[in-house]
């Protein structure tokens, strides 16, 4: 059966073809903007209140554009829709003998002769009248050939098997297409098209995306970045090199952020304040990086340490950009530096670049007092609390009584005491509830056996309320579980649902910082006498109450006592770090007790039953054996 391919002249099947294709791009890309502007509407405002703000974008016409796109192709989709519904398929119609005959199927030569005869007789091109003799021959042209077919077997059989008597026939196959697209007069323009979608457009996109996806690593980090931090961080390093080396990276020479001439002035003049409030207040002096001189980190510095300074920059595009470099190198603290210096268990260098996490949200100096953090202290009120009030931090304001409180802070006014209180009592006074070292099952911590770090975190100003657990599993709190049981610990750690329903952060108070900030902990577990850190930092994302942390660790195979720090370093506020040691007793094993023995209550098979019988006869023979053994080691 030959194959013959024909286009579409009337347009139905382009129209199914042309739905069907539309609705695969318009559909997932309207679900895909829709959820990116959830996820914008979504993307959290801060809610305190900020001194420093980043300049709000210009709206682009390219949202628009989509938007505009997307309802055309709706509309589209929904005229051609109403096409294929309205637009009638002209199907080919299959020619029946019996229908024509008017009879049954299946019916006897008899019969089809009969209705032959019958039809004849009435449809006869002499017997009919002058109007009607064209419509008669063509009926008498069908009455014949459908008694041919029914009465020749040849016919028949052909019929029976490819619906036509005259046999198989040509089967026509359309393509959803229009004439139009393959005409002459048409052909240069189609492949003028087919040219600039597959061999510029396509190209374009799918060689820009590979080039970007390329130049970044998981995280959205730069290659070169991640190259210059593996380079030049160290485990022993001072904080003021941390943010030497922050400043290096390749973000800071992207368009938005790169070194311009221009700004040079303005720049200087950022940095003569800027080494005024360090002169002025004893601190580290603020001078130019020796080892990275490139303009792009240098101006990255100088905008780094105004922020640190809280120097106020006049310049609004540099105001601006001062709060993306500090975004972005809030970014590159978190996922590079930390990561790297995790990876490597690097406790001190870990720590020093948690605490410079906390200088960029806060906008503090490393050497500043947690006071600082309220609304209305400046440099030289915090200078002047401590050196009159021996005021340092926000946790010893809050323990005064209230009268002595106003009394202190009398060089705020009574809006800003105010504010100050109601800030204070919103950063978190984190407590260790409790910390235990356990072998589970075991009372004794034995040479290389599998240790159960085990932490309950409290925030003592915010009203505790319960981690959700499983429903029907008791978990005793781990505050109440003596050491010595053994059994207590190991069904809390058992049973205690690690993945517990998550907690909302509370928002952190940074003013100086631009966006919104959540409130987050690192948990980190080092070794005192090495210096490292024995597990990888906990990041605790959802710690609104309290939070129990479990981990997992090797004992040395040393037996020894080792001391080792938990600390618990918040990521948003200076002043609320924790840390407590805990001692780990190694002992020998054989200061684990003793099993107790099994006990055996098989009893002995009666002497007249079958198993004593054949274990009487499996004495004999084994003795049988040990006799011969003995003869033929005489022998």
Known sequence: MGAKYTYDESGVTFFYYALTVLSLVIAPA??????????????????????????????????????????????????????????????????????????????????IKRAYRKLSLKWHPDKADDDMKEKAGEMMAEIGRAYKTLTNAEARDNYEKYGNPDGMQTQSMGIALPRLLVEAHTSPFVLALYGLIFGFIMPFYVGSWWYNST????????????ATFFKNIREHISQRNLIELLTAASEFAEDDLKYDPSEEAALN???????????????????????????????????????????????????????????????????????????????????????ISQ?????????????IQLPGITWETQHKLYEEKKLYSVNQLMRMPAPEQRETLQVLSDKQFSEAIQVAKTIPRLEIARAMLTVVGDKVITPS?????????????????????????????????????????????????????????????CPYFAGRKDSQWWLCFASYQSGKLVVPPVRINDLESERVIVLQFQAPPQKETYRFHVGVKSDSFIGCDILQEVQMTVVDRTELPTEPPVVDDISEPEEDSIAAQMAQLRGQQAGARRGADDSSDEE
């Open 30 to 111: 309207t679900v895909y903007f829709l959820a990116g502007k959830r996820n914008s509407d979504a993307a959290v405002k801060p809610k305190t209140s900020k001194v420093r703000h980043r300049k709000a974008k210009a709206k682009s016409s390219l949202p628009r554009a989509k938007v505009a796109l997307l309802l055309a192709g709706w509309a589209l989709i929904f005229l051609l829709s109403y096409k294929v519904k309205t637009t009638k398929i002209k199907e080919a119609e299959r020619w029946d003998p019996y229908e024509v005959l008017g009879i049954d199927n299946g019916e006897s030569e008899d019969v």
């Open 215 to 226: 130049r970044y690593q998981k995280d959205r980090i730069l290659n070169t970045t991640m």
């Open 269 to 355: 003049a950022i940095v003569e304040k800027s080494q005024n409030v360090s002169r002025r207040h004893a601190l580290e002096n603020f001078t130019p990086s020796k080892k990275f001189t490139s303009k792009s980190a240098w101006k990255a510095n100088v905008l780094l340490h105004s922020h640190f300074f809280r120097v106020k920059i006049s310049d609004a595009k540099l105001a601006d950009q001062q709060q993306q470099v500090v975004m972005t190198a809030l970014t590159l603290v978190h996922r590079g530096l930390l990561q790297i210096s995790t990876g490597h268990n690097w406790y001190s260098c870990s720590n020093l670049l948690m605490g």
């Open 359 to 371: 200088m960029l949200v806060q906008g503090v100096c490393a050497y500043d007092a947690p006071i």
């Open 449 to 509: 056996s599998i240790v159960t770090l085990i932490v309950k975190l409290k925030i003592a100003n915010v009203k505790g309320k319960i981690v959700p657990r499983e429903k029907g599993v008791p978990v005793a709190d781990i505050e109440s579980i003596e050491s010595e049981d053994t059994a207590a610990i190991e069904n809390f750690v058992a049973n205690y649902k690690k993945k517990a329903d998550k907690q909302s952060p509370s928002e952190a108070y």
